[in-house]
């Protein structure tokens, strides 16, 4: 099983809702995982309602138990990675810079090397992710059952883990060079895999297949796919049938039996049936896209995973809520 | 809660689309807002209406969904306006449209700003290459200069510009900048120094620093990449005050008077917290908003019944079933739901008459899809209308759901800017890629129908 979950997919489709609800999914039986954001932009630290997370990593929730209570929970540490802190640390790491760092920081060497080699970049923070996907403790045990990470959009995902590539063409021998090697070593092994999160609508899944392509050529395991927001179809194909058939005078009826009002024609119930009649010719159609959708999606033949739509949108207890959903779908 | 929103509604100015559209002065459209919103669609829908409206207007697109890009004929990236076929022309305008070449467009600066030895240093290298094609900012960049040419060209009487899908409206404004002044910043000038300067006295300190992060930086990258940076700012050192200058004229574009901003928002929490805030920026900047398109916004013609009485009547109907099967196999679970009492009384009797009810609902149900035999000739009874009725009643408690949480987040917009004019289009059930489905998104932002006008119809 994989240990370095990275979670992809078209902006705002739900990544970082979907890599967090995945963190806690899979920390069960005391188990603890690390959720990892690298784009700076705090999104788990809203997501879990605590104050901004510094490049440090922190406990921030506690996963729950199975529902029959059986199984425990485990813990979510979380970690929002900058790259040039991580530069920073390498810096000091390998060279004990000390005063030349914070003099190359000040000239901006930093913010120039992380800004206009977006390689470098990507290097430094899946090379941190990697670190943390391998550490162990004194008893030669993994400090992490497992890594998620919240990761740039699909239309960006495979350069990004592709540093090698990346880096190969800016530095072709020295420290970074071999740890884009490093880093590439594993996230080609099957300890990876790429999740990507879809919508049901046509450009996040067009996305989602070219993002596999893309992914399956550079050599990129991909994991599973997650269709988020789900909506349930209200109306099956038998009434949608019907509806399409007109029923008037049997709905009018059923309206003003429910005490909505008279059933004759120009009677209250009667002027329902016609714009709800029309909601449910909208509502078909949106079903039979989706449903083309769905099978596009099933066509690319990996493991999916769905989430529904939370009406009132992703707080807390939501969170948990699509964590438990995702359990329950199985190991991803 | 209805009275409040109303008022709150009614205290929002409309936008007068078709107006702005023909007003002669207005001379660029931008369509901004954060991702996912519809800025393309918008921006390409207006395109449309104003070149049938009698308008010469071209629309830059950014990153149009492939479909959307075919049926305009612009799926080929050429970097450069395309006649847009298929549109009426009959009222005296015209559309043309291109995707941007954010790279292409990068290309040409340099090409154009550099004798050809000097470009081709430039555009070999592969820190240009990794600037040129990742640089956070530079597609913003570059939709600017495409702008500042554009309307160099006046060429077309109407520009309208859709804006990179950025998770922040606000990065249109800013990422031009940022570029601009990451290229005269104070580290590319220290790697120029030893070159410009030649070691003169007052700049030895720069070079101590120059060689101490040189040997820093190639013992962490290699040789190789340190050179290639040199050669790279040496190669650009011509240019790098006009990425600046460029950048700050197309600025001064966005605050002319011919320029009218829209910014387009789901109604939903996090868009429309974007959108203030870019409504906040544009007057700071002096940038002239036109209004906000609030995109895709959800409506009901049968509003006037709530998503409660209509969860209400839809359990009724569905319990009055549950009853009626579990009559017959004599396991009434005699459930003390209040369901109307008048529905249960009657529902008994009338159902009794129709017996054919179960074999030919099972035979069109269960298919999946239309049996065609069944289909023929099962008229619906009352027992599966009454499940569709109660399915067509959840359906719009849902709908009614949506509505007043759509509406509860454009309130809270309202609140915070009630200058501002709104224009709402309502959601289609599909996406949309092509003319005719861009003609109802302009014609339905035209349009503009509010709430208020909806439930006036109805009445
Ligand atoms: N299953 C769900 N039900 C309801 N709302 C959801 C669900 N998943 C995500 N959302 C909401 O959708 C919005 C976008 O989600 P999120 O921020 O996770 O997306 P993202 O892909 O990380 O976006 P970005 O590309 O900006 O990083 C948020 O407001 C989130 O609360
Ligand atoms: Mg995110």
């Not at chain 1, 240990?3 to 995945?22: F, I, N, Q």
């Not at chain 1, 949106?286 to 449903?291: A, I, N, S």
């Amino acid at each position: 099983m994989s240990r370095l979950h990275v979670v992809s997919g078209k902006g705002g489709t739900g990544k970082t809702t979907v890599a967090a609800a995945l963190a806690l999914a899979l920390a069960t039986e005391g188990r603890r995982t690390l959720l990892v954001e690298v784009e700076g932009r705090q999104g788990i630290a809203q997501l879990f309602e605590t104050e901004a997370l510094p490049y440090e990593e922190r406990k921030i929730a506690v996963a729950p138990a199975s529902d029959s209570g059986r199984r425990a929970g485990g813990e979510v540490h979380a970690l929002a990675i900058d790259a040039e802190r991580a530069l920073l640390d390498y810096l000091q790491m390998f060279y004990k810079l000390g005063s030349a760092g914070r003099a190359l920081k000040k000239l901006g060497a930093i913010d120039f090397a992380t800004t206009i080699a977006p390689g470098l970049r990507d290097v430094l923070l899946t090379g941190k992710a990697c670190e943390a996907v391998r550490r162990k403790d004194k008893n030669g045990r993994f400090v992490y059952d497992a890594v998620v990470m919240d990761a740039p959009p699909t239309g960006r995902i495979t350069r990004f883990l592709n540093v090698n590539d990346e880096v190969a063409g800016l530095a072709k021998i020295g420290p970074i060079h071999n740890q884009a090697q490093a880093v590439m070593r594993v996230l080609k092994s099957p300890e990876t895999a790429v999740h990507l999160v879809t919508l049901l609508e046509e450009m996040p899944v067009q996305e989602t297949a070219d993002g596999v392509e893309e992914l399956r050529a550079a050599g990129i395991p991909v994991g599973g796919i997650v269709i988020n927001m789900t909506r349930p179809a209200l109306l099956d194909n038998g009434d949608l049938d019907i509806a399409a058939r007109g029923a008037r005078t049997g709905v009018a009826k059923a309206l003003s039996q429910a005490g909505l009002g008279g059933a004759r024609r120009g009677g209250l119930a009667d002027r329902l049936i016609d714009p709800l009649l029309e909601q449910a010719r909208e509502h078909a159609e949106r079903v039979e896209l989706e449903r083309a959708e769905h099978a596009e999606l099933t066509a690319i033949g990996l493991p999916t995973y769905e989430l529904e739509l939370l009406p009132e949108g992703v707080d807390l207890a939501g969170l948990y809520h699509l964590a438990r959903d995702l359990r329950k779908q199985g190991p991803i | 809660m209805t009275a409040d929103n109303t008022t709150l509604d009614a205290s929002a100015p409309r936008l007068e689309v078709d107006t702005l559209l023909d007003d002669p002065h207005t001379r660029i459209v931008v369509c901004c807002g954060s991702g996912g919103v519809g800025k393309t669609t918008t921006a390409a829908a207006l395109g449309v209406r104003a070149a049938e409206r009698g308008r010469r207007v071209v629309v830059l697109t950014i990153d149009p969904a492939r479909r959307l890009a075919q049926s305009m004929g612009i799926s080929e990236l050429d970097n450069v306006p395309r006649q847009v076929k298929g549109v009426d022309e009959s009222a005296g305008g015209e559309l043309h449209a291109m995707m941007l070449d954010m790279k292409r467009t990068f290309d040409e600066i340099v090409e154009g700003h550099a004798d050809a030895d000097r470009a081709r240093a430039i555009l070999e290298n592969p820190f240009y290459q990794s600037l040129s094609a990742g640089f956070a900012g530079t597609q913003e960049y570059m939709a600017m200069e495409k702008l500042g040419q554009l309307r160099a060209n006046d060429e077309w009487d109407l520009i309208i510009v859709d804006t990179p899908p950025s998770r922040s409206a606000l990065d249109f404004l800013d990422a031009p900048k940022r570029l601009g002044s990451f290229l005269d910043g104070k580290f590319i000038r220290v790697l120029m120094a030893p070159a410009k300067v030649g070691g003169r006295a007052g700049m030895k300190f720069l070079n101590v620093g120059m060689s101490m992060m040189t040997g820093t930086l190639s013992k962490l990258m290699g040789g190789q990449l340190l050179r290639d940076v040199q050669t790279f700012v040496a190669a650009m050192d011509t240019m790098f005050g006009g990425f600046r200058t460029r950048a700050d004229a197309t600025y001064r574009l966005l605050q002319a008077p011919g320029t009218a901003f829209l910014v387009v928002a789901a109604p939903e929490r996090d868009a429309l917290r974007e959108a203030a805030y870019f409504v906040e920026r544009l007057a700071a900047e002096q940038m002239p908003l036109a209004g906000l398109v609030l995109n895709r916004v959800h409506g009901s013609g049968a509003s006037q019944l709530s998503a409660e009485r209509a969860l209400a009547a839809a359990e009724a109907l569905t319990d009055q079933r549950a009853e009626d099967t579990h009559a017959d196999a004599g396991t009434d679970a005699g459930d003390d739901t209040d369901a109307p009492a008048a529905a249960r009384a009657e529902n008994n009797l009338e159902t009794g008459g129709i017996v054919d009810l179960d074999g030919g609902k099972a035979g069109s149900r269960t298919a999946g899809g239309p049996s065609p035999a069944a289909a023929e000739h099962v008229t619906p009874t009352s027992a599966s209308a009454a499940q569709l009725a109660a399915g067509l009643l959840r359906l719009h408690a849902e709908r009614m759901q949506v509505l007043a949480r759509e509406r509860r987040t454009r309130d809270r917009f309202t609140a915070l800017h009630p200058e501002v004019p709104v224009a709402q289009v309502a959601a289609l059930p599909g996406d949309v890629h092509d003319l005719a489905g861009l003609r109802a998104i302009g014609d339905r932002l035209a349009l503009n129908l509010t709430e208020t006008d909806d439930t006036d119809t109805d009445d």
